[in-house]
């Protein structure tokens, strides 16, 4: 395990635009953070930098039953989504990449 340097909680996309344009300017490396659910590794900051843990964006935006979609913010979770869903004929199984 590799922690990184600090940890920020934005807690919405233009505070992310912000801090992602500050890291840049700095050459600092960013690694992204959103509910730790995943069996991807977590957060791993091999060369330090700053983890943006989106744990805190966790809206959904919308819903399109036309087309199966859905779009929400990195930090909803599975179970989250499902809750909303609940009544709509929809869930989100484990598993299931999004695009």
């Given at each position: 395990?590799?922690?990184?340097?600090?940890?920020?909680?934005?807690?919405?996309?233009?505070?992310?635009?912000?801090?992602?344009?500050?890291?840049?300017?700095?050459?600092?490396?960013?690694?992204?953070?959103?509910?730790?659910?995943?069996?991807?590794?977590?957060?791993?900051a091999?060369?330090?930098?700053?983890?943006?843990?989106?744990?805190?964006m966790?809206?959904?935006?919308?819903?399109?039953?036309?087309?199966?979609?859905?779009?929400?913010?990195?930090?909803?979770?599975?179970?989250?989504?499902?809750?909303?869903?609940?009544?709509?004929?929809?869930w989100?199984?484990?598993?299931?990449?999004?695009?």
């Open positions: 395990c590799a922690p990184p340097d600090v940890v920020v909680w934005p807690q919405a996309v233009g505070q992310v635009q912000e801090l992602a344009a500050l890291c840049h300017r700095c050459r600092v490396p960013m690694v992204p953070f959103g509910t730790g659910t995943g069996l991807e590794g977590g957060v791993n091999v060369q330090g930098g700053v983890c943006f843990d989106l744990s805190r966790d809206a959904i935006a919308e819903l399109s039953l036309e087309d199966f979609s859905v779009t929400v913010e990195p930090g909803v979770t599975r179970k989250a989504l499902n809750k909303y869903l609940r009544g709509t004929g929809l989100f199984p484990v598993g299931t990449v999004g695009m």
